[in-house]
């Protein structure tokens, strides 16, 4: 279903009001209320690209739905399904690769896209050696393309700025949990340390930058 017009601007108000008000619990909420509107949120923002681009834009709305199937095995789930997670993430990244290059062709992108997820591959290898698993190459895969997404995205930056805005949000958004779990152990980051302190605020900081991603990207489609 496609809306234009005054319709539609109030469609748009409407869905950044709601999820400015999300975002506000969100950062500062716990518990049962935090899943719930973490959860939300995303969803809204896959309800919106639908509403917004229906059939015109099907890989966006299909990219989205993979949100949501990430983060409610991240985040309803209990025990989390980190797993499917995953592969959920991996799946629309893809998707959003896709519809990227439909728009910016060039072999010398996908070949840079290429080389990313073996180079991502092969640091699993060697840096996990016997420990590297499913979750860890499909993490580094995910990760390799999201990247590429960036580096493709930013070719797009005239026509599509908030597309690239949404990609750089979604990786802060991956670096801070990245070095949260990093700090358990795997990194020197010693508590006290402003690096530490960052990290560890008191505040949801990874979902400060994760849900405007989600919120830019949804909007994207409307620069298509």
């Known amino acids: 279903m496609r809306v234009s ?62 949100i949501v199937g990430a983060d409610f095995c991240l985040v ?22 896709v519809r990227l290059h439909r728009a910016v062709r060039g072999r010398a992108l996908l070949i840079v896209r290429m080389a990313l997820v073996a180079v991502a591959e092969i640091t699993a290898f060697v840096v996990l ?10 993490s580094m895969a995910y990760y390799a393309n999201l990247i590429a997404n960036i580096l493709v995205s930013a070719r797009r930056i005239k026509t599509s700025p908030v597309l690239l805005v949404g990609f750089v949000l979604f990786i802060l958004c991956d670096t801070v949990i990245g070095l949260q779990v990093a700090a358990d152990g795997y990194l020197p980051i010693l508590e006290g340390s402003w690096l530490h302190n960052v990290l560890f605020m008191g ?4 979902w400060f930058f994760y849900l405007p991603s989600q919120v830019c990207l949804a909007m ?5």
């Open 5 to 66: 017009g005054r319709k539609f601007e109030l469609i748009t108000l409407g869905f950044l009001i709601i999820e400015l008000i999300l975002y506000s619990v969100i950062l500062t909420a716990g518990g049962t209320v935090l899943i719930a509107c973490e959860f939300a949120a995303i969803v809204l923002c896959f309800g919106y690209a639908l509403v917004r681009v229906g059939k015109r834009d099907p890989l966006l709305v299909a990219a989205l739905a993979g």
């Open 76 to 97: 309803v789930c209990n025990p989390i399904e980190r797993m499917w997670g995953m592969v959920f993430f991996l799946a629309a990244q893809t998707l959003y690769a």
């Open 129 to 138: 050696r016997e420990r590297t698993d499913a979750l860890a190459l499909v």
């Open 203 to 206: 505040f949801n900081l990874s």
């Open 220 to 224: 994207s489609g409307l620069d298509q």
